[in-house]
């Protein structure tokens, strides 16, 4: 049995009539950050493990999307204001083409997980209330409202007034759901009153209402718990936020056990994905969207970003400086361990690799170094396709030369966002000879000699050792020359490689002329 953390859940978790449905949700009130697709990618692994395994499965993602506009996305026009306390699902889009503010941010952000190969099936709360297929879970979260005010008080200590319903209406008079003081459920219809609340004005409104078909919604944590059982839902984990002691998810498993009479799913919590130690927040537009990082680097980085580490450990990720080049690195190094090119201690590389891949299964293929490729592609005349031909010592497959043009696309990406000024070079275009040893410029010509001759990348170097040992140079001195001679500075990427990728003849003269 793998010891790979999706496959332990799948392991675990207890289905349902012979069936597991797993499951994940988001309120679309923003631009979706980063962050939430932890979420999303951690479930559809969690799914497709428990496909591997042979059980049946399916993958639910639901949009919270008949939940009162309570924040204000800084994105958005003022005019928009007057919105506040409807529900997102009426809420006009901003942008044409969608039919709500709640569907404008959730198509984006759907878009972004499915190329990251999460394609579960949506649901979307207001959908299922309209539809009336919420209404038997209604009438029993209103017949037992003492019993959900008893767990709330007890679980989390919060203060519900007797009466209370776990309802909000939708305002008939001003269209709000935040602002609905709902009581007095007589089997067929609520009362209720349309009052401020923090974030909004009610109108004063007050009528009896039929809570059913989409004139009201559970208050979420009810509704959390009803989601599960209208859905049959057998694995749904949740944000740290919510697993405070007392916190939403213990309350929501007590509602779905004693209210519901439903076993609540096999519950596990995951970290948040920050960067740069900053949490990020949908309603409060901090953080890189979604939709950003999924253009700066490629579907099955983000996967594998995602994948490698327990959902129980935080992610840190500062897209800034090397973090790109090493998590691309690490791919490759995963990519070289599942195809047994190399070997590794810890046993779930082969199967993070696996489950990781977007699309197809994964190929065996040369994969360039992305610093490399990043480093190329800044110098001009060469043709990169041609120089990692070099590098690799044969022809590029197909295959290979579509990841290369891949990786030169994302290279330029990087360079432009995140790099580091190290990484950014330019070719010098007249070297300062004055600054080098009269060793280190006798080693340059000496060498001239033999890269205009000799092209095998071994017997240059060995090359470049008796060279230094004749002019008593150390091989880092004399590295430190030609980087000079060739970018300005003293470091820079493998010289051979990097030598071979220019223009043979203007190499040899820049060296002779040392
Ligand atoms: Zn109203």
């Known amino acids: 049995m793998s010891n790979f953390w999706a496959d332990q859940i799948a392991e675990k978790a207890e289905q349902l009539d012979g069936r597991h449905v797993v499951s994940d949700a988001k309120t679309p009130s923003g631009r979706i950050h980063v962050g939430s697709l932890r979420g999303v990618v951690i479930h559809d692994l969690i799914f497709k493990a428990v496909k591997d395994s042979g059980q049946k499965v399916e993958y639910v993602y639901r949009f919270d999307d008949f939940v009162p506009m309570d924040g204000f996305p800084p994105e958005l026009p003022d005019s928009f204001r007057k919105h506040m306390g409807e529900p997102l699902c009426n809420v006009p889009s901003p942008e044409k083409g969608y039919d709500s503010l709640a569907q404008y941010y959730a198509f984006d ?3 972004v997980f499915e190329k990251l190969d999460c394609k579960p099936r949506i649901v979307c709360a207001s959908e299922s209330y309209r539809a009336g297929e919420m209404n038997q879970l209604i009438r029993t979260a209103l017949e037992k409202a003492e019993k959900i005010r008893e767990i709330n008080v007890c679980i989390s200590g919060a203060k519900k007034q007797e009466g209370w319903l776990p309802i909000n209406v939708v305002c008939e008079k001003c269209g709000k759901i935040g602002t609905t003081k709902v009581s007095g459920f007589d089997g067929e219809t609520v009362l209720y009153e349309c009052v401020d609340v923090k974030y909004a004005k009610g109108c004063g409104h007050s009528a009896r209402i039929s809570p059913f078909d989409g004139n009201a919604k559970l208050t979420w944590k009810a509704d959390w718990a009803a989601t599960w059982v209208l859905h049959n839902v057998t694995i749904e984990g949740a944000g740290k936020d919510h697993y405070a002691a007392g916190g939403s998810r213990d309350v929501a498993n007590h509602l779905a056990d004693e209210v519901f009479g439903y ?5 596990f919590r995951y ?28 579907p099955e980085l983000l996967r594998f970003l995602m994948a490698r580490y327990k959902p129980q450990t935080a992610i840190d990720f500062n897209p800034d400086g090397d973090t790109i080049p090493k998590l691309y690195d690490d791919w490759d190094r995963f990519a070289r361990i599942y195809f047994s090119h190399e070997t590794a201690r810890d046993p779930d590389i082969p199967r993070i690799f696996a489950l990781s891949q977007v699309g197809s299964a994964p190929k065996d293929f040369f994969r360039p170094p ?16 041609d ?13 290979e030369k579509d990841e290369l043009a891949k990786r030169i696309e994302y290279a330029k990406i990087w360079l432009e966002k995140f790099a580091p000024e190290e990484a950014k070079v330019q070719l010098v275009e007249k070297p300062d000879y004055s600054v080098l040893s009269e060793g280190q410029k006798k080693a340059l010509r000496d060498f001239a000699e033999v890269f205009g001759n000799e092209k095998d990348d071994n017997r240059q170097m060995e090359a470049v050792k008796g060279i230094c040992s004749k002019n008593s140079l150390t091989v880092g001195e004399f590295f430190e020359a030609a ?18 990728a220019l223009d043979r003849k203007k190499v040899v003269a820049r060296l002779s002329n040392a």
């Open 263 to 267: 076993k609540h799913p096999y519950n």
């Open 370 to 385: 992305f610093s490399f490729v990043a480093f190329l592609r800044q110098l001009p005349n060469v043709k990169v396709v």
């Open 483 to 500: 980087y000079t001679v060739f970018i300005g500075r003293k470091k820079g990427p493998k010289l051979l490689p990097f030598l071979k």
């Open 387 to 399: 120089a990692i031909a070099d590098y690799k010592g044969s022809k590029l497959s197909k295959e």
């Open 109 to 111: 952000f759907r878009e």
């Open 271 to 298: 970290e948040f994905f920050i960067m740069g130690g900053k949490k990020m927040s949908t309603s409060k537009g901090i953080g890189v969207s979604a939709r950003q990082m999924s253009e700066s680097m490629p």
